[in-house]
């Protein structure tokens, strides 16, 4: 595409969706997560089959994968008639809430947390905080940020860093291999941030299609980001530019992303319920200046 030229609405979501095709299961979930569970909960699977299609997961794709989700406990289905309806489980649905709460919410202020772990059984411990995003310092002591209750059988001290504020991300960069998780943030900017100039005359399915696949984007970057103290991250973050995007995007994308979902979406008793509490919270949320603030602000106004 030429410097400068819009891209055509007609392929803007096509073209997104090709630059980093999904699996089938993971945006299944976003789709309850994000569309669903704000309007009731269950969903007609023909409705999942049309929406995953304007994506490019096909048809047998999704049906494996639902099966996969149903065996996994993650899904559960009832059958009325000749149509299979399904809903999140309450595990997933707990899940979810969880991953809610950092996709659509401001960023958490955490301190760090240095654990101690007695000599038996450290090693496996250790690697079980490291799944977790924890840095090994030697061999019975780690590092991450403050999150959580603190395991049992554990020593920990939480605080914030002494001394030299300026040496952080180089302390950082030293224990965490952040590269993996700037190019995700990278790639949600370089890959949406066309949506901004062609939001206006998209579709409601292509808008629907574009905050779903922007949703389940960001989820993914969040969910497998340590998300260190600001302070120990390079100036030039991308996280904070892929924030900024994701805010003002899905705000742009949901009135007409809504719009498809109210006429479109089928439950056992027929249309989705109207967006409840929950859609309205997250806007709400993401209008708000601390969901957005951050040491550095890539994106600038509106074009």
Not at 5 to 27: E, K
């Amino acid at each position: 595409m030429p410097k400068g030229q819009a891209p055509r609405n007609g392929t803007l979501l096509s073209d997104i969706a090709a630059s980093q095709p999904v699996r089938a299961a993971g945006f299944i979930v976003t789709l309850y997560g994000d569309a669903v569970v704000p309007r009731g909960g269950d969903v007609w699977i023909g409705t999942i089959i049309e929406v995953c299609a304007g994506v490019g997961i096909s048809e047998t794709l999704v049906r494996t994968a639902v099966s996969r989700l149903v065996s996994d406990g993650q899904l559960e289905g009832v059958r009325l008639g000749r149509r299979s309806y399904y809903r999140l489980t309450e595990g997933a649905r707990d899940e979810f809430a969880d991953a809610a709460r950092l996709i659509y919410g401001p960023p958490d202020p955490v301190d760090w947390r240095f654990v101690f772990l007695p000599e038996q059984g450290a090693e496996a411990r250790i690697q079980q905080l490291e799944r977790q995003g924890y840095a090994r310092l030697r061999p019975q002591m780690a590092v991450g940020p403050a999150r959580g209750v603190v395991p049992d059988g554990v020593f920990a001290f939480d605080g914030p860093a002494r001394g030299e504020q300026a040496l952080l991300p180089e302390f950082a960069a030293h224990l965490w291999d952040l590269a993996p998780h700037a190019r995700a943030y990278g790639n949600i900017v370089s890959r949406f941030t066309p949506v901004l100039t062609a939001a206006e005359g998209l579709t409601d399915a292509e808008a629907l299609g574009l905050r779903l696949l922007l949703v389940h984007a960001w989820r993914l970057a969040l969910l497998r980001d340590p998300r260190l103290p600001v302070a120990a991250l390079p100036a030039d973050w991308p996280g904070h530019a892929a924030r900024d995007l994701f805010a003002r995007l899905y705000l742009r994308l949901s009135s007409a992303a809504e719009s498809q979902i109210s006429a479109r979406f089928q439950g056992a008793n027929g249309p989705l319920l109207a967006a409840d509490d929950v859609l309205r919270s997250r806007l709400a949320g993401l209008q708000r200046p601390e969901f957005t603030k951050s040491e550095q602000s890539v994106l600038q106004a509106d074009p």
